[in-house]
T-cell receptor, first 111, second 114 residues
């Protein structure tokens, strides 16, 4: 069975603060993929990143960065210098035949 | 840009009524997924199709839910009869094939059962 845990239900920060969203996963598979999605109030799921289980290199894309640590089964997401437009619900997900999502973290960035 | 189309965007129905949602995946995508997202939770897989065949419907409440993809292209998800607990966002996604991890999501249908 696969499981994704996002322990932070809601985070509130002030604009320009850095914020890290935690994700811990469980799987018995050796080959799998991890994802982060953003869900703004409009409801659509916006793809942010995909990593495979063999690539533990951290990745940076603009203000976004991801830290994948297989040893702790974690795939954390950091937003640097947060902006109001970052306010959304963020989901971590694990893919093996289909996506298994965590329960999401609601991020509120106050101006 | 190609996208997954879903209709309707919003649906309000009375409990015990029948309701149906439609999804048109990206052209050429063999794999189609239906997810249900209850408010405050992450999406959960209801059913997965490979072409016209169901490959996983283990989480589909089959006493009231049905899904079909007759020609392996668009798909319909039906609930009959609807219950109050079915109020949720129903998301459709598609990918090129089962091994392709890049799934594209539609905007969803938000169902309210009253």
């Amino acid at each position: 069975a696969q499981k994704v845990t996002q322990a932070q239900t809601e985070i509130s920060v002030v604009e320009k603060e850095d914020v890290t969203l935690d994700c811990v996963y469980e799987t018995r598979d050796t080959t799998y993929y991890l994802f982060w999605y953003k869900q703004p109030p409009s409801g659509e799921l916006v793809f942010l990143i995909r990593r495979n289980s063999f690539d533990e290199q951290n990745e940076i894309s603009g203000r976004y960065s991801w830290n994948f640590q297989k040893s702790t089964s974690s795939f954390n997401f950091t937003i640097t210098a947060s902006q109001v437009v970052d306010s959304a619900v963020y989901f971590c997900a694990l893919f093996r035949r289909a996506l298994t999502f965590g329960s999401g973290t609601r991020l509120q960035v106050q101006p | 840009e190609a996208e997954v189309a879903q209709s309707p965007r919003y649906k309000i129905t009375e409990k015990s009524q029948a309701v149906a949602f439609w999804c048109d995946p990206i052209s050429g995508h063999a794999t189609l997924y239906w997810y249900r997202q209850i408010l405050g939770q992450g999406p959960e897989l209801l059913v997965q199709f490979q072409d016209e065949s169901v490959v996983d419907d283990s989480q589909l409440p089959k006493d009231r839910f049905s899904a079909e993809r007759l020609k392996g292209v668009d798909s319909t998800l039906k609930i009959q009869p609807a219950e109050l607990g079915d109020s949720a966002m129903y998301l459709c996604a598609s990918s090129q094939d089962r091994e392709n991890t890049e799934a594209f999501f539609g905007q969803g249908t938000r169902l309210t059962v009253v």
